[in-house]
C-alpha cells in the first residue's frame, strides 16, 4: 500500500523480492519476482534450492515500477518450535483494515 492510511493498493505490480542470507555482509541475493493481488499483497515461497538455515535474515521488497521497497525480517526455526505472531501496532488482530479486508 502507499500512504498512511491504505488508500492506494500497489495491485498487479512486480516486486522483487531479495534476502541477505548472510547478514553481515551486506549483500543482497536476488530470490525472486512476484505479482501483488488485486488487494496489493504478495505471496512467495522460498525454493527448495535456496532454503535458509535457522536465522534471522533481512528482507526487501523492491516494487519495479518505481523502486520504492518495504524492508521486513525473515525468522527461520528448527521445525515444531513453538512461536506466537503479534503485532505492535495492532494491524494483524484489527477486525477490518481500513481498506474494508480482513487482515
Known amino acids: 500500500m502507499y500512504g498512511p492510511l491504505d488508500v492506494v493498493?500497489?495491485?498487479g505490480e512486480k516486486v522483487d523480492?531479495?534476502?541477505m542470507t548472510q547478514p553481515l555482509s551486506g549483500k543482497w541475493l536476488?530470490?525472486?519476482t512476484e505479482v501483488t493481488s488485486g488487494s496489493g499483497?504478495?505471496?512467495f515461497t522460498i525454493p527448495p534450492d535456496k532454503a535458509l538455515a535457522i536465522g534471522i535474515y533481512p528482507v526487501r521488497m523492491v516494487v519495479r515500477g518505481?523502486?520504492?521497497y518495504a524492508e521486513a525480517y525473515l525468522t527461520v526455526?528448527?521445525?515444531g518450535t513453538e512461536s506466537v505472531v503479534?503485532?505492535?501496532d495492532g494491524s494483524f488482530t484489527a477486525s477490518v483494515s481500513i481498506m474494508g479486508s480482513d487482515p
Open 9 to 11: 493498493t500497489l495491485t
Open 17 to 19: 523480492i531479495y534476502i
Open 30 to 32: 536476488y530470490y525472486g
Open 41 to 43: 499483497r504478495l505471496t
Open 66 to 68: 518505481d523502486h520504492s
Open 77 to 79: 526455526v528448527a521445525r
Open 86 to 88: 503479534f503485532s505492535i
